[in-house]
Each structure stands twice: as C-alpha cells, then as structure tokens.
C-alpha cells in the first residue's frame, strides 16, 4: 500500500523539485570563439559580376583563424539567450575579378578590435551585432542558434596596383540553427589570453546566406614536427622488418 502511494506521488514530486524546468549545467563565462572559413565556401555578391567566392586570410598569431566572435555576457542557468558581436573577419578572393580591362583582388573584412594583420579598413563600420541561445542539453556541453547582422568592407584593388581602389560597404543578415559546443577545447584549438574562452567551444556551424560554414579554428603542427613523425614511423617500421 505505501509503495502505492508513492508510485502514485512520484512524477509530481519530480516536477515540483524542478525536473522539467531549465537545464542545469557548468557556467559559461564571457569570451571569444575563433573560427575558421573553409575556402570556396563562403561568397561575396559584387555589382555586375555576382558572386565571388572567397578564401581564408589567416589573423597572425591565431592559426588558421579568420573570424572572431565575441560573447558579451556569461550563461548561469540554461537555456539563455546573449548578445553576441562578429568583431574581426578576413576573407579574400580565390581569384581575381575583372572589370573592364583590370583585375581586383576583393578583400572582405571586419576588424573592430584594431587587430595588426587584417587587411586595412578605409570605413568606420556599424557593428555587426547579433544573438546567440545556448542550451546545456549534454553532460559536457550541447546546442545553439545564433543570428548575426553583419557589416563588412569589401576592397576591391587592382593586381599589382593597389592603390587603384573600389571600396564599399556591404550588410546581410546571416543565420545558424542546432550547432554544437563542448567545454573542451578542439584538438589544436587556438589558446590566445587575449581572447579567453570562457569555458565554450563551438563545433562547426552552418548559416544561412554568404558565410555558411565556419569551423573550429586549430593551430597546424609545425612542418619540421610532421616530418620528424614521418621519419621516426619509418625508422620503426624498418627495425621491426629487421627483428
């Protein structure tokens, strides 16, 4: 008879004690996410040319990172939403554009935060603010959606001349849905005190519009490294030959 009547009372003693109400999970405090662009995933809609594809221009100092975003507020409880800022991006062309009887590089960049090694801005942007909600759905981690409404300077300068210049501003409006994130950081992953995780690692991401796929970015291994590795395997798999 008791054991009943707790079978009876257990699933509403379980909802009032808060099972069903906001997942909890490890904080997460402010910081930075680096990111990297496959190349010829991302494009740029030029005027009378369309769509340009782009490759990555590595930030010096932050491995094959070329976008950077910033997460102006920690996360206590689960799920909540933050606000978020693209404060650094630095993307190229794969190849030159003509127009007329000239060729442009077209450089498409953001750098809010001054950083030395992104191709120069010559406007004062708006910044490129959105919104990221984080939910705290696996034992180490879980999902997000994100928006950004982006600002960016496209610079398009003649091959071998680039003072000869076109600059303009572009805005598009770029979303993300289900993306993952752990509190481990990805094998390789960039460590920068300058821009301090803050305990989340994004996986990659897929967005709608021109910039669809970003990638955790990572530090490749020195060339010397890899060869030394090449080296000793065979050295090895040449003693074992032997014996």
């Given at each position: ?182 509190h481990t950081a990805p094998q390789g ?55």
């Amino acid at each position: 008879m008791y054991l009943s009547r707790l079978t009876r009372f257990l699933p509403a003693a379980l909802l009032i004690g808060g099972w069903a109400g906001p997942a909890l999970g490890s904080p997460i405090l402010p910081g930075f996410d680096l990111l990297h662009t496959p190349d010829n995933t991302a494009f740029v809609q030029i005027p009378n040319i369309g769509n340009v594809m782009l490759r990555s221009v590595p930030i010096p100092g932050l491995g094959n990172t070329d976008t950077i975003v910033k997460r102006n507020a920690g996360i206590t409880t689960f799920p909540d939403t933050i606000d978020i800022e693209l404060v650094a991006l630095s993307l190229t062309s794969v190849n030159p554009i003509q127009m007329g009887n000239s060729f442009f590089d077209v450089f498409v960049t953001i750098n809010s935060l001054g950083l030395p090694g992104i191709h120069p801005l010559s406007t004062n942007l708006p910044a490129s603010r959105g919104q990221m909600t984080v939910n705290h759905n696996q034992p180490n981690g879980g999902t997000f959606d994100s928006f950004f409404d982006i600002f960016v300077e496209l610079s398009l300068e003649a091959v071998g001349n680039p003072t000869n210049r076109i600059v303009f501003t572009d805005n598009v409006l770029i979303t993300g849905t289900g993306a993952s994130w752990t509190h481990t950081a990805p094998q390789g992953y960039p460590i920068d005190p300058r821009f301090p995780s803050g305990g989340f690692y994004p996986g990659t991401i897929t967005h709608t519009g021109p910039h669809p796929t970003v990638v955790p970015a990572t530090v490749p291994e020195p060339t010397e490294w890899l060869f030394l590795g090449s080296a000793l395997g065979l050295l090895a798999a040449g003693r074992r030959r032997k014996g």
